[in-house]
């Protein structure tokens, strides 16, 4: 090559020399700064994950906090605390998606068909003729049972070709999940059959979730032995696990709630932010209401492992916290006393209506800050069954026909008010001017609006002409009813108006999940429902969607008249009714020119573990309705006479008690749920009672399904609360129910 081509090269050489160096060093600067991010600003992470590799963390749950009434001290009052217990679980992890498709699948076409022979069974139930229904409402209980039974039987067998078999071990799971519980089934003494069925039940309720394969504790060498052996026992671990238990049991049943491991949606949420899936948090009640105290924090057991992933002896642990102990309102004794009393009146009575068990509720109530102080709701069970509970067990204990044990009736259910709802009517009257404390009405057995029924007063009894205060203290029908139908053309409807003003149409603002919020009938009402059975039936090709009236009917003036004495459309809670009574408190027995309505509440405060007070919940503010003091004076005056005066409906319950220390106002009320025509009784008994005593007050209702007459099932249980309260002798206040016109 000649000089003159070295020296045209060159700068090409160079160019091209010069480009790989920058290359090169942009490449080694890139590696150097991520190694020096890496080592330097990472350094710590990256240190904590290595160190993190070499430890298997193990949660150690937190206890739960009690639960406890308004005076438990020391174990006593003590609604819900905590059992200690070794589980064996089988993780969700381990469970196989093929096993869980199965599962699931099933689960739905299980539940198909049992949908499907509840349909058939209530098609097979409803009567074909008039004659037929009044034949079926004449049975007694016992023959209903029967015909309830004979009608699921003859369903099941007419469906029997779409019946879904059993998922059996030996077919249906995978061969790895047979190995795994018939290792487990030797250890436990139990079949793997059995393991299965619990794996399935468990699966179809939560399928992301453990399943408990063992109902009682495993002694501690059969711990000690699985723990030693992970790889003859994949996905099983054996744990100390806090049960709820439930020192009273069915004490109050409905109100505590029940907990469960966290959801996938429930992860999303900020409320349970830092949990993670396999904690178990309040699902319902109290429980849920008040989870963040009760919830306390998980500890943590790290082991250190080697590179072979065996123990090297170290362990490190973090104690769990135990969570906060709540105190409610609640007074433990006046519940039982409650509850008692329920039981006692309804016992196993089946529902005329329905043909269903019979329920009832108690709601008792400080009038003052709405404080409950009772509150019970029959049938009712342990819910400690549920902490490990098979799905066949949970459909019997939560179904209708066992009259849902888990239902609260006293915030939930919704029912007419009877003669209760009276008070409404009188300060609606009042109010308007249609009538005054001194004008009488009333008079005759029965009462007839042009074309419209007759009105008649129950047992068809002639009061005569009377005021305000004596139609409440014998509960006049014929009064309220002319009351009604001359409040029905009138501007504003007053009616409707001081129905919501007392609160029955909306929810009260317990501290409970569930609340019913009540219906209140009139025009506009009627109109919105007959749009939603409409669409309901074009949705659903039936003719009736849960409709009372026929479907286009319009409020009528004879609507208003049954709305007066607490009939028709008029739904409303126990709860409501005992707060709308307690609008009539007033302190130190000085009649004031307003109605109070305190919001109900059951948590009263937070304490550490150990009693020490941590934070009191604030009372509610009361909802306040200008009410003049003489219009209150009257209604109170007809309370108290209903309960202590000649011909007072509820005279009778209260005899013997002493009225000049604890001056009592009450209400009987017996609400018709079923057609009279066919001669079969069919009566809803309430009663409200309230004492205004400055030191102590209360306000107690009660109702029981297919009681009779208010002063029949109802009374006899408020006036034992109330002589449990105030501490009269049973022998002087036997509270022996009564019956009679209401």
Known sequence: MSAHDRRTSTPELALRIAAFGIIAF?????????LWFLQVLQGDQYTQQANENRARVVRIAAPRGTIVDRNGQDGAGTFVDNKLSTVVTLQGDAISQIDVRTINGWGQRRGRHDLAVDRLTERLLAPSSARDERRIRLLSPAARQRRQARATSRATARLRKDRVPDLKVSRDATPALRT?????????????????????????????????LNTKDVSPAVRNYILENPRRYPGITVTK?????????????????QVGEIG????????????????????????????????????????????????????????????????????????????????GQIGQRIDVKTGR?????????????????????????????FNRISANRLRRLTSQKNGEPLFNRAISATYPAGSTFKIVTASAGLMSGQISTSSTQGAGQCLSFGTQSRFCNAGNAEHGNQNVTDALTVSSDTFFYQLGWDLYPRQGSPL????????????????????????????????????????????????????????????RQG???????????????????????SGLYDRDGAVRDDLHFPTPHLGKQVESPTGVLKERFETPTSRRVRFPASYKSAIEQGLHGAVSAPGGTGTGVFRG??????????????????????????????????????????????????????????????????????????????????????
């Open 657 to 742: 008690w002493d009225q000049g220390r604890y001056r009592v106002l009450g209400k009987t009320g017996t609400a018709e749920r079923c057609d009279k025509s066919t001669g079969t009784e069919c009566d809803q008994s309430w009663f409200v009672g309230m004492v205004e005593d400055p030191e102590r007050p209360i306000v107690v209702v009660a109702t029981v399904e297919d009681g009779g007459f208010g002063a029949e099932a109802a009374g006899p249980i408020v006036c034992g609360v109330m002589r449990s309260w105030y501490g009269q002798s049973a022998k002087q206040v036997p509270c022996s129910g009564g019956s009679g016109g209401d």
């Open 241 to 257: 696990e806090y049960f709820r238990q439930f020192p009273d049991g069915a004490l109050a049943a409905q109100i505590f709630g």
């Open 264 to 343: 996938d949606e429930q992860l999303k949420d900020p409320k349970y932010r830092g949990l993670v899936q396999g904690q178990r948090i309040g699902q319902s009640g109290l429980e849920y209401e008040y989870d963040s105290f009760l919830r306390g924090r998980d500890g943590e057991r790290r082991i250190e492992v080697n590179a072979a992933n065996q123990p090297t002896g170290r362990v490190t642990e973090v104690q769990p916290k135990t969570g906060d102990r709540l105190r409610l309102t609640l007074d433990e004794r006046l519940t039982r006393v409650a509850q008692r009393g329920l039981q």
């Open 559 to 581: 609507d208003n008249v049954n709305l007066s004495v607490g009939q028709g459309d008029l739904q409303m809670t126990p709860l409501q009714l005992a707060t709308a009574y």
């Open 496 to 555: 409707q108006r001081w129905a919501r003003l007392y609160g029955f149409d909306r929810r009260t603002g317990v501290d409970l999940p569930g609340e019913a919020s009540g219906t209140i009938p009139d025009a506009a009402w009627r109109r919105s429902r007959d749009v939603e059975e409409k669409a309901c039936r074009k949705q659903r090709k039936i003719d009736n969607c849960g409709l009372v009236a026929e479907l286009g009917t319009p409020y």
């Open 357 to 385: 068990r019979a329920g009832g509720a108690v709601v008792a109530m400080d009038p003052r800050n709405g404080e409950i102080l009772a509150m019970a709701s029959y049938p009712s069970v342990d819910p400690g069954v």
């Open 26 to 34: 942009g490449i080694f600067a890139v590696l150097f700064l991520r």
């Open 180 to 212: 795994t519980l018939r290792n487990v089934g030797r250890l436990l003494d139990v079949s793997t059959a059995r393991l299965y069925e619990r794996v399935v039940s468990g699966v179809v309720q939560v399928s992301y979730a453990g399943v408990a």
